[in-house]
């Protein structure tokens, strides 16, 4: 048995490689609270969360002066009872995303940890369902980009391997939004997929009366991403009654029971359960688990290079996300090819860190416990 015997919190904050905005924000910078894991036997692990802007100082605090002292001493092996036991040591402070966050750090570290000591990969520690998944990119679709910028982005992006490309949606009138998908249509193709995100912009009566303007367009959408609040699952259930067209949630849901009470009233269709706000590995199995028992497919949202082998872990993994973030920190590339990309095959989480650049660039002298 080895047990944590020092922990290792530091932040890095990456800005965007392009500007990001949709319905209802912007993306300022990726602070990147980090925790890095050693065991007694001297095995380290490395895990990470993220923000889009605000928070990293608070997930910091947590893991500091909270979380982090409740793990030393701890059996590494024992995932998810630490998971279970620090998430209702601050149970007062859930379900949402800043527990959430701070468990995913911690989490992702243990799991990559468990991955070197057994010289597994994650996408067969995890389960080992898929060899590659399909990807599409996001970062062409933006919502402030001209239609032209984004007709361009998706020639690029089809020139470029992907198998599709997600355009976010919410312009001042529909008829906005169906012009600039039909142009993306007209120059990818039938055989090219298109999502759509809306970024929980619209009300019901809205999403429903463009859910039916995008159908009778014929655009052939592969979805219709967070067309409501999150936390509005009777609206969704009315939605998904209204329209042919799959939709999408799960980006800004913090635990799997939230996850299950889309599923069991039909709320959903696809499941994008996010890594880092679901609160790490651990309930990202459960979550992608639970939504296989309802035959509904998962398609992560963000993070890739952690997502890559989850999604390829699971029998329902049907799409990765393609927004590179870690490659000002990060040797290693998830690579598109044909359309699709392979896990990595190396032990742990498959992230190569560049330690030298992550010192370079960490927004603070690293915090140690022991």
Same mark, same amino acid.
């Given at each position: 048995?080895?047990?944590?015997?020092?922990?290792?919190?530091?932040?890095?904050?990456?800005?965007?490689?392009?500007?990001?905005?949709?319905?209802?924000?912007?993306?300022?910078?990726?602070?990147?609270?980090?925790?890095?894991?050693?065991?007694?036997?001297?095995?380290?692990?490395?895990?990470?969360?993220?923000?889009?802007?605000?928070?990293?100082?608070?997930?910091?605090?947590?893991?500091?002066?909270?979380?982090?002292?409740?793990?030393?001493?701890?059996?590494?092996?024992?995932?998810?009872?630490?998971?279970?036991?620090?998430?209702?040591?601050?149970?007062?402070?859930?379900?949402?995303?800043?527990?959430?966050?701070?468990?995913?750090?911690?989490?992702?570290?243990?799991?990559?940890?468990?991955?070197?000591?057994?010289?597994?990969?994650?996408?067969?520690?995890?389960?080992?369902?898929?060899?590659?998944?399909?990807?599409?990119?996001?970062?062409?679709?933006?919502?402030?980009?001209?239609?032209?910028?984004?007709?361009?982005?998706?020639?690029?992006?089809?020139?470029?391997?992907?198998?599709?490309?997600?355009?976010?949606?919410?312009?001042?009138?529909?008829?906005?939004?169906?012009?600039?998908?039909? !142009?993306? %249509?007209? &120059? =990818?193709? #039938? +055989? *090219?997929?298109?999502?759509?995100? /809306?970024?929980?912009?619209?009300?019901?009566?809205?999403?429903?009366?463009?859910?039916?303007?995008?159908?009778?367009?014929?655009?052939?959408?592969?979805?219709?991403?967070?067309?409501?609040?999150?936390?509005?699952?009777?609206?969704?259930?009315?939605?998904?009654?209204?329209?042919?067209?799959?939709?999408?949630?799960?980006?800004?849901?913090?635990?799997?029971?939230?996850?299950?009470?889309?599923?069991?009233?039909?709320?959903?269709?696809?499941?994008?359960?996010?890594?880092?706000?679901?609160?790490?590995?651990?309930?990202?199995?459960?979550?992608?688990?639970?939504?296989?028992?309802?035959?509904?497919?998962?398609?992560?949202?963000?993070?890739?290079?952690?997502?890559?082998?989850?999604?390829?872990?699971?029998?329902?993994?049907?799409?990765?996300?393609?927004?590179?973030?870690?490659?000002?920190?990060? !040797?290693? %590339?998830? &690579? =598109?090819? #044909? +359309? *699709?990309?392979?896990?990595?095959? /190396?032990?742990?989480?498959?992230?190569?860190?560049?330690?030298?650049?992550?010192?370079?660039?960490?927004?603070?002298?690293?915090?140690?416990?022991?």
């Amino acid at each position: 048995m080895s047990r944590i015997e020092r922990l290792e919190i530091l932040q890095v904050d990456l800005p965007p490689k392009v500007v990001r905005s949709d319905a209802i924000q912007s993306f300022a910078t990726q602070e990147t609270p980090m925790m890095r894991i050693t065991d007694s036997d001297g095995a380290t692990g490395i895990g990470y969360s993220y923000t889009i802007g605000q928070g990293g100082s608070s997930i910091v605090a947590l893991l500091r002066d909270h979380l982090g002292p409740m793990l030393l001493g701890r059996d590494a092996d024992c995932i998810d009872a630490i998971w279970h036991d620090l998430f209702m040591k601050t149970h007062a402070l859930s379900v949402g995303p800043l527990v959430a966050l701070s468990l995913a750090a911690i989490d992702t570290a243990l799991w990559d940890l468990r991955g070197k000591k057994t010289g597994l990969p994650l996408h067969k520690l995890a389960g080992g369902a898929k060899p590659r998944i399909p990807v599409y990119t996001t970062e062409g679709g933006w919502l402030h980009m001209s239609q032209a910028e984004i007709v361009a982005e998706a020639e690029a992006a089809l020139a470029n391997g992907f198998a599709g490309t997600k355009i976010k949606v919410g312009r001042a009138t529909v008829q906005e939004d169906i012009t600039r998908l039909s !142009a993306v %249509r007209r &120059v =990818v193709g #039938d +055989g *090219f997929q298109v999502m759509t995100d /809306a970024n929980q912009g619209f009300t019901v009566a809205e999403a429903i009366r463009r859910a039916g303007a995008f159908e009778q367009a014929g655009l052939d959408l592969a979805w219709y991403e967070e067309p409501l609040p999150a936390e509005d699952v009777e609206g969704h259930v009315r939605l998904s009654a209204a329209t042919r067209i799959p939709v999408a949630v799960g980006e800004s849901l913090y635990h799997p029971a939230q996850f299950r009470d889309y599923l069991a009233r039909g709320a959903c269709s696809i499941v994008q359960v996010d890594v880092a706000r679901i609160g790490g590995i651990t309930p990202w199995l459960k979550t992608a688990h639970l939504a296989e028992a309802f035959n509904v497919p998962v398609c992560p949202h963000f993070l890739m290079e952690l997502h890559l082998p989850l999604v390829c872990a699971v029998p329902n993994g049907a799409w990765l996300e393609h927004i590179p973030q870690l490659d000002d920190i990060a !040797a290693s %590339r998830v &690579v =598109v090819k #044909d +359309g *699709f990309a392979t896990p990595p095959e /190396a032990p742990g989480n498959g992230i190569e860190w560049d330690e030298a650049e992550i010192a370079r660039r960490q927004a603070f002298t690293p915090i140690v416990l022991r």
